[in-house]
Structures are given as C-alpha cells and as structure tokens.
C-alpha cells in the first residue's frame, strides 16, 4: 500500500486511483489482511497492466519494456 501525506493533496490522488483499481481486483468486503502472496501478486500485476494518462496510454510494464529498449536496442538473450 502507498502512503501519502495528510495535508499534500496532489500525492492523495494518485493514491486513491491505486485504491480503486485494488478494488476492482477484489471486493468492498474482502480484507487486504487475508491475502496470500500469490493473490498480491495478481493484484499488483493488475494495477500495473492498467494503461495510465501520465505514460501517455501505456501501462507501467509496456512504458518500461519501451524504456529498457532505449538502451538495449537489440534483443538480450
């Protein structure tokens, strides 16, 4: 889970949008506090497939495979 600071407004947006799209991997009712790792990790891997405006559409994994592709042009075996 992200923190952010009570009285910094624009760290608690980026917080909440985390929050809604956690809860769009799991229900209002289910507890963060009964989760296997297997289950965060799903969860992560789908906070991080969702496309995000800041990356201009991307998700985080493909802006960061677009990234990595800046410096090692040819495929790494």
């Not at 507890?31 to 985080?60: C, T, W």
Request: hydrophobic share 35%; net charge positive; charged share 25%.
């Amino acid at each position: 889970m992200s923190l952010c600071d009570p009285y910094c407004s624009p760290k608690k947006m980026h917080v909440e949008n985390k929050r809604l799209l956690l809860r769009h991997a799991m229900s209002k009712s289910t507890s963060f506090n009964i989760l296997r790792q297997e289950q965060e990790d799903r969860m992560r891997s789908h906070v991080s497939s969702y496309p995000k405006p800041s990356l201009g559409g991307k998700a985080p994994h493909d802006a960061f495979v677009n990234a990595l592709r800046l410096f090692f042009p040819t495929p790494i075996l």
